[in-house]
């Protein structure tokens, strides 16, 4: 009897991914074609979207999926105030969660696919050009912490993009390694790390220009897109209900700030020598821009 239930149980788990697309497996398919982790259905519901919706994300999927859930454990608690002072849509609020497994299933089918036109040269290319993008940021966001300027171009930089993404970052990264190689003198950085991020970018660019065109790859990063955007238009609406309804209860508003936001606001906050007015938020942190 255990045995059968066992086989039930995991029948149902296996149509319950097949016709949801709710648990879309992270691997790639390895044998035959190359297999989508969205549903026809999920599919139609992204291209139904206006194009609009395809633009380049602006920010790292993985932290957009983070902020959406704490969200969501915030409208559960706080919904019913949301909804009675601020233009929050119970409809948008109630829809986050299905956002949310859509931008989960395109990302998968994206991240299954990104990879398999390349060639081994260019694989190994991007390897070498992703680890130095990832040891960039650490040093800038390390030796240069409170220049906001830095801060605010190195937030634009998306880690996990495609390979035209990756070229225009490295050229990004290259030009702030070199405006600012004193302060990063004792980074652990490549020697001459701006003239390697311009040779990867241009190596990078150069294969991926020569090799064959990928349409089934760059329609499934569309849907990514799709799904990404969709997802943050949700989000931006919470979040400008919350900083609306909280903006003099400084420990609920941060739930409704964007994590670069938050971290600004803290540095900010922590610079100050004035105590704090009772009941107020600090200039500085109420007027950070929400871009994110």
Do not use: C
Not at 94 to 102: E, N, T
Not at 182 to 191: I, N, Q, V, Y
Not at 264 to 276: F, Y
């Amino acid at each position: 009897m255990a045995s059968e239930k066992k086989k039930k149980a995991r029948a149902e788990t296996s149509s319950d991914t097949d016709t949801q697309g709710e648990k879309p497996s992270v691997e790639p398919q390895r044998s035959g074609k190359k297999k989508s982790a969205l549903t026809a259905a999920q599919r139609q519901e992204l291209l139904d979207l206006d194009p609009a919706y395809e633009a380049p994300i602006d920010h790292p999927v993985a932290d957009t999926l983070q902020e959406a859930r704490e969200l969501e454990v915030a409208v559960r608690k706080l919904g019913k105030e949301l909804y009675k002072k601020s233009r929050l849509s119970k409809d948008v609020a109630a829809s986050l969660p299905d956002r949310r497994a859509l931008l989960e299933a395109a990302e998968s089918a994206w991240t299954a696919s990104r990879t398999l036109p390349l060639s081994s040269d260019l694989r190994a290319q991007r390897k070498d050009a992703e680890a130095l993008k990832r040891d960039a940021i650490a040093a800038l966001r390390y030796f240069l912490a409170g220049n906001e300027d830095v801060e605010r171009r190195v937030d634009g930089i998306v880690l996990g993009t495609g390979i035209s993404d990756l070229v225009s970052d490295l050229n990004q990264l290259a030009e702030l390694l070199e405006q600012h190689g004193a302060e990063l003198a004792r980074a652990d950085l490549p020697k001459n790390a701006p003239k390697r991020a311009r040779e990867l970018a241009e190596a990078l660019g150069s294969g991926s220009a020569e090799r064959a065109v990928d349409p089934e790859g760059n329609a499934v990063m569309a849907l990514r897109n799709r799904a990404f955007w969709w997802l943050r238009e949700a989000v931006d609406e919470i979040r400008a209900a919350g900083r609306y309804v909280y903006r003099d209860e400084r420990k609920v508003l941060a739930i409704f700030r964007a994590s670069g936001a938050r971290a600004r606001a803290r540095q900010r906050a922590v610079k100050q020598d004035e105590p704090e007015t009772t009941g107020s938020i600090p200039t500085p942190a109420a007027s950070e821009p929400e871009s994110t």
